[in-house]
């Protein structure tokens, strides 16, 4: 292939690229103004909250990962691109919008995609012969969430995690903390400012 072809290849990839990142930004805007209490986030996730999340993950070990309101996929991808080959990662999204989208856009066969709500993990994971996750990742915002679905949902992701299985979370306020506490005890906490929205990081694990 010539020079001259190659950098045409790279210049249609690129603006490929770019075209679907301005499509998810968009997708992500425009149902954030619908519902914001649903979505809880502008815009997609930068670059340095997902590495700052994925980088918890021992990529080696983990076999089976859990993603709690996947989104347009921006950890989705990053997920599926450092997991291993025989690993397995089910994505919940309740929203249909995100939901069609992401069937539409990634199509690893490991990857499994649900309209439940995290609430049902126990009987998802169940359908799907896991019997327990190493990891889950959770952007949905729990400030919106009654109190009762919040605790139940952080009672249940304890009840499916593998011993030392990591909660990990990132979220605009601390109105999941006292519900970590009080099911896992230890909270580490952190913070990440270079995201639109700076966002609040925190991580368990089940002892």
Not at 4 to 15: D, E, H, M, P, V
Not at 115 to 126: F, H, K, N, T
Request: hydrophobic share 45%; aromatic share 8%; glycine share 6%.
């Amino acid at each position: 292939m010539s020079r001259q072809a190659k950098q045409s290849g790279n210049s249609r990839s690129g603006r490929s690229r770019a075209e679907n990142q301005l499509k998810q930004i968009l997708l992500f805007l425009r149902n954030f103004i619908k519902n914001p209490a649903m979505v809880g986030w502008l815009v997609p996730s930068s670059r340095f909250l997902v590495g700052d999340i994925v980088k918890q993950v021992d990529w080696d070990r983990a076999k089976v990962i859990v993603e709690y309101g996947a989104g347009t996929g921006t950890f989705t991808k990053a997920i599926l691109q450092r997991m291993r080959p025989d690993a397995r990662l089910i994505a919940l999204e309740i929203n249909p919008e995100f939901y069609r989208f992401l069937t539409s856009s990634l199509k690893d066969p490991r990857l499994h995609l649900s309209q439940e709500s995290a609430a049902d993990i126990d009987s998802v994971l169940a359908d799907l012969g896991c019997s327990a996750a190493d990891c889950v990742v959770s952007g949905i915002p729990f400030k919106s969430l009654p109190h009762g679905l919040r605790d139940l949902i952080v009672r249940k992701t304890h009840a499916v995690l593998r011993p030392q299985g990591k909660f990990l979370i990132y979220q605009v306020s601390t109105a999941v903390v006292p519900y970590l506490e009080s099911v896992f005890g230890h909270v580490s906490h952190d913070f990440q400012l270079l995201n639109l929205i700076p966002a609040r990081l925190f991580y368990c694990a089940r002892a």
